[in-house]
Antibody
């Protein structure tokens, strides 16, 4: 079955760039049926959608993060990535990659990675 | 963006009882595009309900969703020990998609 696995540094210094990658296994990221998202969740709070990418490279970002955010996809490696610039302590959270449907009617997340904790601290 | 307010913040019940969790939106969004998730400690959220009332694959029929407009409900019948966790709602009818702050269901 399809699985998602996040990877990246667990500690990032303030003002630097947070970079994470999500590897898709057991299925192809090229499937036209899905968008691939990043979602974060500070400890004890609700999740926050960060942005999503289609296999073609088309992206949608949360307006609250758009100015600092970049997502990319590498279909040859079956993975997609996140870069968030100029991080502060407010960016400390568990970061998840997740899958949703292609259409507005199915923009819910039926598959999640296990998540990775990213702490912003000097 | 649409703000989802979940109530109560914490619900204390005993196994075998029924639970009713509420999710209220700050404004209407498209076509009952409302999902529910459950999250256990150290795990990612897991999809329970989508489209306000459709159960995800493998979810037992003890879980049901209802509601429309701005008011939605997750009902859990005959609570099992594994049901005690945190529950989140998500609206996906308006961009950006947003989540509620969660309801913690704890054992009384």
């Amino acid at each position: 079955q399809v699985q998602l696995q996040e990877s990246g540094p667990g500690l990032v210094k303030p003002s630097q760039t947070l970079s994470l990658t999500c590897i898709v296994s057991g299925g192809s990221i090229n499937s036209g049926n899905y968008y691939w998202s990043w979602i974060r969740q500070p400890a004890g709070k609700g999740p926050e959608w960060i942005g999503r990418i289609y296999f073609s490279g088309s992206t949608n970002y949360n307006p609250s993060l758009k100015s600092r955010l970049s997502m990319s996809v590498d279909t040859s490696k079956n993975q997609f990535s996140l870069e968030l610039t100029s991080v502060t302590a407010a960016d400390t959270a568990f970061y998840y990659c997740a899958r949703s449907g292609r259409y507005g009617s199915d923009w819910y997340f039926d598959l999640w990675g296990r998540g990775t904790l990213v702490t912003v601290s000097s | 963006e649409i703000v989802l307010t979940q109530s109560p913040g914490t619900l204390s019940l005993s196994p075998g009882e029924g639970a009713t969790l509420s999710c209220r939106a700050s404004q209407m969004f498209g076509s009952n595009y409302l999902a529910w998730y459950v999250q256990k400690p150290g795990q990612a959220p897991r999809l329970l309900i989508y489209g306000a009332s459709s159960r995800a694959t493998g979810i037992p029929d003890r879980f049901s969703g209802s509601g429309s407009g701005t008011d939605f409900t997750l009902t859990i019948n005959r609570l099992e020990p594994e049901d005690f966790a945190v529950y989140y709602c998500q609206q996906y009818g308006s961009s950006p998609t947003t989540f509620g702050q969660g309801t913690r269901l704890e054992i009384k």
